[in-house]
C-alpha cells in the first residue's frame, strides 16, 4: 500500500498528458527467438514492386555520363533492386513492365504495354534477363520489341493495378516507380491526360503508391508541371520544390548494399508490474541484432527440392513411435535418478507470470560499462492493451528524468525463460535541424550480470609508471586519430564474401566481386595524421640503442638445406624400428633417414615412412 501511494503521488505531481512520441509501433527488430509476451497480429511482410520503364525512342538517344542510354540507366536500376533483394528480403515480390513499344504482351490484351516479368520473387534468371537488355543496342532492341508513341498512361496503370491484385491480401505495401524523359507524354490530348488522372487516383484509393523517377530530356530539363504534378499525389502539388532530387533517387537505386532486411515491428506486448494493484502495458523493441550467414537449407540430390525435417521418439524395446506423454526425463542426484514428465519439466522452469516487475530506484551514475551483457531493448507504451498506460510510462519516463535516476526492474521475457534484472534508462527526444526526430523518448533496457557473472581479475602489483612528456605526446596521437564512428559506414567482412560467393555461384560469374574489407586500418592516412609524433613518442620511450630485454632468435647455422637437417647421430632408427616404436619419431627424422640411406617411399605420409624403413629392415 505503501508503494502504490508513493507512486500515486510521483504521477500526480508528473502531470496528466504525454508528449506525442512519434514513435511507430512497427519500429524495432524481428527476433529470432520469437515474440515477447502476449500474442499479436501483425501486417503483411511482403513488398509489391513494379518498375515501369519508358521504351520511347527518346530513351535510347540520351545518355549518362558514363554513356549509358536511359534505358540501359533504368534496367541497371532494376537489375541492382534485384540483387539487393535476393539478399535483404526474398520474399517480396518485383516486376518489370516496358510500355511504348510496338509489340505487347500483357493479360488485358493492352496495346504498347509489355510485361517482360510479372509479379514473383526475385531469381537468378530474372537478374540474367535484365542484364541481357543492359547489352542490347538500340538496333537490336528495335527488332526485338521496337518503339511506339500511341500508347496510353491510362492503360499501363490498368495494367499494373491487375498485377497488384493478384495479391491483394498478401502484400504490405504496393509501389510503382515509373522511368521517364518524357514531361508531355500525351502530347497535349487532353483524353488520354484525363483518364490517366483519373486512374492514378484509383491507384491512391487502393493504396499503391506512384512515385516518378524522371530523367532530363534533350533539352536538358523536365517540367514537373506540365502533366505529372497532378499525376503523382505523393508530393504537394503547389510546392515543386518539395520533389526531391532525381539523382538522389537513382544514387539508392543503383547502389548496391548486401545486407538481410530485418520487418521492423515489436518483438511483443508485456505488462510493466509497478506495484501489487498497479501495471501498465508495453511494447519491447529490439534496435541492435547481429547479422548472422543464412542457415544452409538441405535439398535432395535428385530433385533439387528442399527437405523437410521431422524429429520422432521410439522405443529400443519394441520399436513403437512414443508419443509426448510416453517420454519422461530423468537426472541423477545424490546417486539417485529422479524420473519427471514433460508438465513437471515445464513447471520448474517456470518462475512467474511474464512482464516487468519494479524493484526499485538507483542513480543513473551506478550503471558501469563493464555491467554489459548483450543488446538493450527499447521499451514504449502500449495503449491498446491497457488505456492508460501512455500517461502513467511518460510520468515515470518524465520523474526518472528529473531526478537522474533508472528503475531496476526484474524482467521475464517469455514463459520458461530465466529472470533477468534490468536497468531502464531513459532517453530524451531529440530533433535535428530540420526538426525531424532523431532520437525517440522511451527506456532503453540493459540487462545486468548476476554476481555468478561477475570476475574478479588479480591486478598486477607492479605499477609502470611513464613520464608526463610521453603521455601528452600520447594524448595528442590519440587525438589526432580520432574520427567519428558510424556503424553504418562499416561492413561485415564475413558476410559481404559469403553473399558474393553465392551471387557469383547462382549467377554462373567466373569468379566472385571483389569485397573490400573496411575493419582493416588505413595505415596512410594514420601516418599522415600522426607520424611524425608516433616516431617522436617511440624515440621518448625508446631511445636509439634502446635493449627491450626481448631474445633474439638465433639464425640456424649452416645454410640452405643443410641447416635444417635432422642430427641422425643421436637417433637409432633401427632400434626404433625393431622395437615397433617408429611412431615416437617425427616425420622429418623419418624423411631424413629415408633421404641418407636411400630407402625409397611410396608416399610422404609418416605411415609411407615406416612401411618403407621396415620393409628394409625386414620387419
Known amino acids: 500500500g505503501v508503494l502504490v501511494k508513493r507512486w500515486y503521488i510521483c504521477f500526480r505531481m508528473a502531470g496528466p498528458s504525454w508528449m506525442n512520441l512519434g514513435f511507430a509501433d512497427d519500429l ?42 536511359y534505358f540501359q540507366l533504368c534496367i541497371k536500376c532494376a537489375r541492382n533492386s534485384l540483387m539487393k533483394k535476393v539478399v535483404s528480403n526474398t520474399k517480396d515480390l518485383v516486376a518489370v513492365v516496358f510500355y511504348a513499344t510496338d509489340k505487347d504482351k500483357n493479360e488485358n490484351g ?33 527488332t526485338q520489341l521496337g518503339h511506339s508513341s500511341k500508347y496510353s498512361l491510362s492503360e499501363v496503370f490498368w495494367t499494373c493495378s491487375n498485377m497488384f491484385s493478384k495479391f491483394s491480401k498478401s502484400l504490405g505495401s504496393r509501389r510503382i516507380l515509373l522511368f521517364t524523359n518524357n514531361d508531355d507524354p500525351h502530347q497535349h490530348s487532353e483524353q488520354l491526360d484525363r483518364q490517366a488522372k483519373t486512374k492514378s ?99 535432395d540430390r535428385r530433385s533439387n527440392e528442399q527437405l523437410q525435417t521431422k524429429r520422432i521418439f521410439m522405443s529400443n524395446d519394441t520399436g513403437a513411435v512414443l508419443m509426448p506423454d510416453e517420454i519422461k526425463y530423468a537426472q541423477t542426484f545424490g546417486k539417485r535418478r529422479i524420473e519427471f514428465d514433460g508438465s513437471e519439466r515445464k513447471e520448474m522452469k517456470s518462475f512467474s507470470n511474464t512482464g ?64 533477468d534484472f534490468v536497468a531502464l534508462v531513459p532517453q530524451k527526444e531529440e530533433f535535428d535541424d530540420q526538426n525531424v526526430q532523431v532520437t525517440p523518448p522511451g527506456f532503453h533496457v540493459v540487462y545486468l550480470p548476476f554476481a555468478d557473472d561477475i570476475r574478479n581479475i588479480e591486478k598486477p602489483e607492479q605499477k609502470l609508471f611513464a613520464s608526463t612528456e610521453s603521455v601528452d605526446k600520447a594524448k595528442t596521437i590519440v587525438k589526432n586519430l580520432k574520427f567519428k564512428f558510424t556503424p553504418e559506414s562499416f561492413e561485415n567482412p564475413f558476410l559481404q564474401t559469403h553473399y558474393r560467393n553465392v551471387e ?116
Open 201 to 299: 487516383a484509383d491507384l491512391r484509393e487502393t493504396g499503391v503508391e506512384l512515385e516518378l523517377m524522371h530523367l532530363k530530356n534533350k533539352q536538358g530539363q523536365f517540367n514537373v508541371s506540365k502533366f505529372y504534378q497532378e499525376l503523382v499525389f505523393s508530393y504537394d502539388h503547389d510546392d515543386l520544390e518539395a520533389w526531391p532530387d532525381p539523382a538522389d533517387k537513382f544514387d539508392e537505386l543503383l547502389t548496391r548494399t548486401r545486407y538481410k532486411d530485418v520487418k521492423k515491428r515489436s518483438l511483443g506486448t508485456i505488462a510493466f508490474q509497478l506495484g501489487e494493484d498497479l501495471a501498465l502495458s508495453i511494447n519491447m523493441y529490439n534496435l541492435v541484432q547481429q547479422a548472422r550467414k543464412p542457415s544452409a537449407v538441405k535439398l
Open 504 to 619: 557469383a555461384f547462382a549467377l554462373d560469374r567466373d569468379e566472385p566481386e571483389a569485397c573490400e574489407d573496411y575493419t582493416v586500418p588505413d595505415n596512410n592516412m594514420m601516418m599522415k595524421r600522426a607520424g611524425h609524433l608516433i616516431n617522436e613518442l617511440k624515440e621518448i620511450v625508446a631511445p636509439l640503442g634502446f635493449n627491450t630485454g626481448a631474445a633474439k632468435r638465433k639464425a640456424p647455422s649452416g645454410e640452405g638445406r643443410a641447416a635444417k637437417r635432422v642430427n641422425m647421430e643421436e637417433v637409432n632408427v633401427e632400434e626404433q624400428a625393431r622395437a615397433g616404436t617408429l611412431g615416437k619419431l617425427t616425420v622429418p627424422v623419418l624423411r631424413e633417414f629415408c633421404r641418407v640411406t636411400g630407402v625409397k617411399s611410396d608416399g610422404a605420409k609418416k605411415g609411407d615412412f615406416i612401411a618403407a624403413i621396415n620393409k628394409n629392415f625386414g620387419i
Open 110 to 142: 493492352f496495346k504498347h504495354i509489355y510485361m517482360l516479368h510479372d509479379l514473383d520473387q526475385p531469381s537468378a534468371n530474372r537478374i540474367l534477363d535484365l542484364e541481357s537488355y543492359m547489352e542490347m543496342d538500340t538496333e537490336a532492341f528495335d
Open 28 to 69: 524495432g527488430e524481428d527476433d529470432d527467438d520469437g515474440n515477447i509476451g502476449g500474442e499479436r497480429v501483425w501486417s503483411q511482410s511482403k513488398d509489391g514492386l513494379i518498375f515501369l520503364i519508358d521504351c520511347s525512342r527518346e530513351m535510347f538517344d540520351c545518355t549518362t555520363e558514363d554513356n549509358e542510354t
Open 356 to 419: 516487468l516487475r519494479l524493484m526499485g530506484f538507483k542513480p543513473s551514475s551506478a550503471l558501469k560499462y563493464y555491467h554489459h551483457l548483450k543488446p538493450a531493448k527499447f521499451i514504449y507504451p502500449d495503449e491498446t492493451t491497457v488505456s492508460g498506460s501512455t500517461k502513467l510510462f511518460s510520468a515515470l519516463f518524465q520523474r526518472c528524468l528529473d531526478r537522474d535516476v533508472m528503475p531496476y526492474c526484474r524482467l521475464i521475457a517469455r514463459k520458461n525463460s530465466t529472470p
